[in-house]
């Protein structure tokens, strides 16, 4: 009886900072698209090149995912090209704020559309 020899793709490991940049990015991308509701986290982790189980390495839930991206995306705003700030409490506070109106304004997408794009 002959073993067959399994082969698994290679695994590129990537520097923290840039494995969390690719996985916003994604989920930006999936959020304009679907919307906050409708996002899945395994689509999200398809987008970013890796399996769902490993995006809970970096965020906790889709919300605190959400929550990173809005600071991102505000951070961007505030700073275009610049480096971007910490939150201070109160701003992370806005920001998960943010994401109950997105979820509440959100049923067919075009609240996320907006605010992704």
């Not at 899945?40 to 809970?56: H, P, R």
């Not at 505030?78 to 971007?84: Q, V």
Request: aromatic share 12%; net charge neutral.
């Amino acid at each position: 009886m002959m073993e067959e020899k399994v082969t698994r793709k290679a695994s590129v490991r990537l520097p923290q900072e840039k494995r969390v940049a690719d996985i916003m990015a994604a989920a930006r991308r999936v959020i304009a698209q679907r919307g906050y509701e409708n996002a899945l986290m395994s689509e999200i982790a398809e987008q970013a090149g890796m399996v769902e189980g490993s995006l809970y390495r970096y965020f906790e839930n889709k919300r605190d995912l959400l929550t990173k991206v809005v600071d991102d995306w505000y951070c961007e705003a505030i700073h275009p090209g610049g480096d971007c700030f910490a939150f201070t409490p109160w701003l992370a506070s806005q920001a998960a704020g943010w994401s109950d109106i997105a979820q509440a304004h959100n049923a067919n997408g075009a609240y996320a559309g907006y605010v992704w794009r």
